[in-house]
Structure formats: C-alpha cells, structure tokens
C-alpha cells in the first residue's frame, strides 16, 4: 500500500510539532470502517514509545539503539494494517522530580548525591553508603523487597519523561499514526500514564516493580489487564525490550498463566523493539520461554492473525 501523503519516513527519528488535524482529515478520507464492527478484534498495545527513550541523544535522555528504526517499522505497520487495527493503546512513562530511582532521593554521609547509573543495594542501605532524604523505613523495606521478591537491585536513572517536558511526548510520528488511524476507523485511542508513583519503580505498564498499597495505583492493574484479553489478537511494540516491554509481558503472562487461550491471542512484533545494550542475552531467553508459553514472536511484515 501506498503511505498518507503527510507521512515522511525521515522525520520519524525527529522532533517536531505533530499535525494532528491533518492526520485525523487525512483518516477520514481513507475512512475504511468502524472498528466497533471488526471480527477479530485487533489491539496495539504501545510501551512507553516516548521521545527521551527513541530520540538520539541529546534529544532522548535515554535512547534506545535501534529505537528509532523500531518506531519507524511500528508507525508503517499501523498505516499497512490500519483496516485490521481496531484500538490503539500506549503508555506513557511520567515522572517527578523526587523519585526513589532519582539521585533526589539519596546521599551519602558527605551529603553527595548518587551519579545516574549507580546501582543501590540493600547492603548499601544498611551500612550507610547512601541514605534516603526521605520516607527512611519505606526506603529500606524497598530496597530489601526489590533484592528478595524482584531479583533486582535499585539502579538510578538519569532524568527522564519528566512531567512537562518534550520527552515525555509520545513520537510525533507515532502520535500522527495513531491520529490517521482514529480517523480511519472511528476508534479512540487509549493512554496509560505509569511511573507517577514516587515510592517505586514502574517498568511494567500493569503493575510497580514493588506493591505500594498507600496509593490507589500501587498494585496490579488487574481492570485493564482483562480489557486487553478481551481483544482476539493483541500485539506488542515499545521500548526497551529488555526493560519496560519485557516487564510487561511477564506480568501479562503471570496473571494470565492458567489461561493458555489468552496468552496465545500475544503477537510480540520482534522487529518493532531493541533491547538496552548488556540485556541482550537474558532477554531473548526470557522472551524464548515466553514463547514456549503461547506467545508467537512476528515480524511487522507478517500478515496479521
């Protein structure tokens, strides 16, 4: 098929103001039929495909390789599938200025704080290498949570997706793709916003890496979940593979582990999303035993079904 004459493939790597009315006008023109009629049901769901996470530095704070490739491939899928596509999902990572996973957050004794990329463990804590500023049990109880029930320890991100900035925008390529096809099939799309919780880190869509029970969100969100295996078929893109994408899809997997038929409507679209480089390895073989599971691993150039 031939693109929307608007579509320009060399923007996709750039910022710029999305032309939201020129793209629904341009759907509605190509208006193909309403989604509310199709058989199967198709979803997109979009992990967190923001600027700071696809834009070459310094527009991205923390640009995936090969990201930018990934969104172009993703953004030509929706306009090649766009009579298949009937709803359209994306997160949004947010943040604030004092998070636990931010240098905010912290100090040592001499009252520095921790450089992006520190790794802060449990035993740190407890000698007094770095101290919290702030919320002092809940900070302990966090980070020996995370290294028990997660297997991780906590590692501080530079700033990123900060509520208010451009990188925290979705693509604008994306966010005209995704306006072409709500015109195209009379469809609203849906965002989830993740990340907002100061108390804990947040790489799956659906649930914080530990439960926060102080907050309405801090749990698993269990009402959308059962929105997308309402879905025949639902596919997979985003970034980081190794980091928020692979976070989602285990918690996808987990909550659905005794409904094999809802993990096989999962269509992870491999070409579509790259892994932060040293996670290569651990993460293709999560995602193989993801696929022992049920879920199918496509190209954006397959047929759909």
Same mark, same amino acid.
């Given at each position: 098929?031939?693109?929307?004459?608007?579509?320009?493939?060399?923007?996709?790597?750039?910022?710029?103001?999305?032309?939201?009315?020129?793209?629904?006008?341009?759907?509605?023109?190509?208006?193909?039929?309403?989604?509310?009629?199709?058989?199967?049901?198709?979803?997109?769901?979009?992990?967190?495909?923001?600027?700071?996470?696809?834009?070459?530095?310094?527009?991205?704070?923390?640009?995936?390789?090969?990201?930018?490739?990934?969104?172009?491939?993703?953004?030509?899928?929706?306009?090649?599938?766009?009579?298949?596509?009937?709803?359209?999902?994306?997160?949004?990572?947010?943040?604030?200025?004092?998070?636990?996973?931010?240098?905010?957050?912290?100090?040592?004794?001499?009252?520095?704080?921790?450089?992006?990329?520190?790794?802060?463990?449990?035993?740190?804590?407890?000698?007094?290498?770095?101290?919290?500023?702030?919320?002092?049990?809940?900070?302990?109880?966090?980070?020996? $949570?995370?290294?028990?029930?997660?297997?991780?320890?906590?590692?501080?991100?530079?700033?990123?997706?900060?509520?208010?900035?451009?990188?925290?925008?979705?693509?604008?390529?994306?966010?005209?793709?995704?306006?072409?096809?709500?015109?195209?099939?009379?469809?609203?799309?849906?965002?989830?916003?993740?990340?907002?919780?100061?108390?804990? $880190?947040?790489? *799956?869509?659906?649930?914080?890496?530990?439960?926060?029970?102080?907050?309405?969100?801090?749990?698993?969100?269990?009402?959308?979940?059962?929105?997308?295996?309402?879905?025949?078929?639902?596919?997979?893109?985003? $970034?980081?593979?190794?980091?928020?994408?692979?976070?989602?899809?285990?918690?996808?997997?987990?909550?659905?582990?005794?409904?094999?038929?809802?993990?096989?409507?999962?269509?992870?679209?491999?070409?579509?999303? *790259?892994?932060?480089?040293?996670? $290569?390895? *651990?993460?293709?073989?999560?995602?193989?035993?993801?696929?022992?599971?049920?879920?199918?691993?496509?190209?954006?150039?397959?047929?759909?079904?």
């Amino acid at each position: 098929m031939s693109y929307p004459s608007f579509y320009n493939p060399k923007q996709v790597g750039q910022i710029y103001e999305p032309d939201l009315q020129r793209a629904y006008e341009a759907g509605v023109a190509d208006f193909k039929s309403a989604a509310s009629a199709d058989r199967p049901r198709v979803l997109l769901w979009l992990v967190d495909m923001q600027n700071d996470f696809i834009l070459p530095a310094p527009l991205g704070r923390l640009p995936v390789p090969g990201a930018v490739e990934d969104a172009q491939r993703t953004v030509e899928w929706i306009y090649r599938n766009v009579h298949h596509i009937t709803q359209i999902t994306a997160s949004l990572d947010t943040h604030t200025p004092f998070q636990i996973f931010y240098p905010t957050w912290w100090r040592n004794a001499k009252g520095e704080r921790p450089a992006p990329y520190t790794v802060i463990t449990a035993e740190d804590v407890s000698k007094g290498v770095w101290m919290p500023v702030t919320e002092p049990l809940w900070s302990v109880q966090y980070v020996e $949570e995370l290294e028990k029930v997660g297997k991780k320890q906590l590692m501080i991100w530079p700033f990123h997706c900060m509520e208010g900035t451009a990188g925290r925008a979705l693509l604008p390529a994306l966010s005209e793709a995704i306006m072409y096809h709500s015109g195209a099939r009379t469809a609203q799309p849906t965002y989830l916003t993740k990340g907002t919780i100061a108390h804990t $880190e947040f790489y *799956s869509v659906v649930e914080p890496e530990v439960k926060y029970a102080k907050h309405p969100e801090g749990g698993l969100n269990t009402r959308f979940l059962e929105v997308v295996a309402s879905f025949d078929l639902i596919y997979v893109a985003g $970034e980081a593979r190794s980091h928020c994408v692979l976070a989602t899809m285990n918690s996808v997997l987990r909550y659905f582990a005794s409904q094999p038929e809802v993990i096989a409507k999962l269509r992870f679209l491999d070409d579509c999303t *790259s892994s932060i480089p040293g996670f $290569e390895q *651990s993460t293709e073989q999560r995602l193989g035993e993801m696929a022992a599971q049920g879920m199918r691993l496509v190209k954006s150039t397959e047929t759909i079904g």
